[in-house]
T-cell receptor
Framework: QKEVEQNSGPLSVPEGAIASLNCTYS??????FFWYRQYSGKSPELIMF????GDKEDGRFTAQLNKASQYVSLLIRDSQPSDSATYLC???????????FGAGTRLFVKA | DTGVSQNPRHKITKRGQNVTFRCDPI?????LYWYRQTLGQGPEFLTY????????KSRLLSDRFSAERPKGSFSTLEIQRTEQGDSAMYLC?????????????FGPGTRLTVT
């Protein structure tokens, strides 16, 4: 059973701090990795994806991938109260079309 | 792009009834996915279409579930003889190849309540 594991949280950070969200996956052959944000009662919204080892930056967001450790993370700089949501890690399987989601980490940014 | 749309947004039905949901993907997106999400969990893969062909169906999906995508455009998901355990948010997503990766964009979902 291919799995994607996330700490359910909640993770609480003060406004302006860096929030660090982590994810591990079991399928060593996975190629693409995604981070989604989901507000309560809403559908997931794609934040960014990464497929090469290292860091990828997009505005206040940085995704980090370490395939050897089967670990992917998301850093949110200058956290804002509007960033309070559940963050879902998703991994595209070896076949290339099926995406496995973690259960998500709830983030609270305190004003 | 106008985004992925789903109808209805909410459905309340009695156990044993059949329900059908519709998904309209972003135009020209050739891949379409159905997921189910329950409280506190991430989306769970149900099935996947490339154009009109249904290429994968989750083993978790019973024979009561069926999906179609005629002509490779909109898709429908039907649940026959609904059970209380079917209560969930049903999400549709579509994608196309961009930058070497298929990025999935979700619709607003259909919330099903089986009483």
């Amino acid at each position: 059973q291919k799995e994607v594991e996330q700490n359910s949280g909640p993770l609480s950070v003060p406004e302006g701090a860096i929030a660090s969200l982590n994810c591990t996956y079991s399928d060593r052959g996975s190629q693409s990795f995604f981070w989604y944000r989901q507000y309560s009662g809403k559908s997931p919204e794609l934040i960014m994806f990464i497929y090469s080892n290292g860091d990828k930056e997009d505005g206040r967001f940085t995704a980090q991938l370490n395939k050897a450790s089967q670990y992917v993370s998301l850093l949110i700089r200058d956290s804002q109260p509007s960033d309070s949501a559940t963050y879902l890690c998703a991994v595209r399987d070896t076949g290339g079309f099926k995406t496995i989601f973690g259960a998500g980490t709830r983030l609270f940014v305190k004003a | 792009d106008t985004g992925v749309s789903q109808n209805p947004r909410h459905k309340i039905t009695k156990r044993g009834q059949n329900v059908t949901f519709r998904c309209d993907p972003i135009s020209e997106h050739n891949r379409l996915y159905w997921y189910r999400q329950t409280l506190g969990q991430g989306p769970e893969f149900l099935t996947y279409f490339q154009n009109e062909a249904q290429l994968e169906k989750s083993r978790l999906l019973s024979d009561r579930f069926s999906a179609e995508r005629p002509k490779g455009s909109f898709s429908t998901l039907e649940i026959q003889r609904t059970e209380q355990g079917d209560s969930a948010m049903y999400l549709c997503a579509s994608s196309r190849l961009a930058g070497g990766v298929y990025e999935q964009y979700f619709g607003p979902g259909t919330r099903l309540t089986v009483t």
